[in-house]
């Protein structure tokens, strides 16, 4: 078992940036794949990126690549987020999941899942 808890979301205004924490606590860490997720009101769940267990490989969704960085501190137990040049439509509550499978990019493959930390960016 691990758990989640997401943190760092916020107001933020349209070409600004944000850095999203998820902190890990339970199993060991680096035996996890781990992704992020985001959730729009009306939309379905969506794949953000994802980052494989010692961190080597990454894959983005292509609305974010070259925006956002996915990375992890395995000694901290903590994923993260960097998100620059956002837009309106980042406007999401963003979810951190935990993994076996490499690699994966739908919510119903990942086995751990965080409550959520609520990003807005202004227009």
């Known amino acids: 078992q691990v758990q989640l808890v997401e943190s760092g979301g916020g107001l933020v205004p349209a070409g600004g940036s944000l850095r999203l924490s998820c902190a890990a606590s339970?199993?060991?860490?680096?035996?996890?794949?781990v992704g992020w997720f985001r959730q729009a009101p009306g939309k379905e769940r969506e794949f953000v990126a994802t980052i494989s267990w010692s961190g080597s490989n990454t894959y983005y969704a292509d609305s974010v690549k070259g925006r956002f960085t996915i990375s992890r501190d395995n000694a901290k137990n903590t994923l993260y987020l960097q998100m620059n040049s956002l837009k309106p439509e980042d406007t999401a509550v963003y979810y951190c999941?935990?993994?076996?499978?490499?690699?994966?990019?739908?919510?119903?493959?990942?086995?751990?899942w965080g409550q959520g930390t609520q990003v807005t960016v202004a227009s």
């Open positions: 339970g199993r060991t860490f680096s035996n996890y794949v």
């Open positions: 999941a935990a993994g076996s499978l490499w690699p994966r990019f739908r919510d119903s493959e990942y086995d751990y």
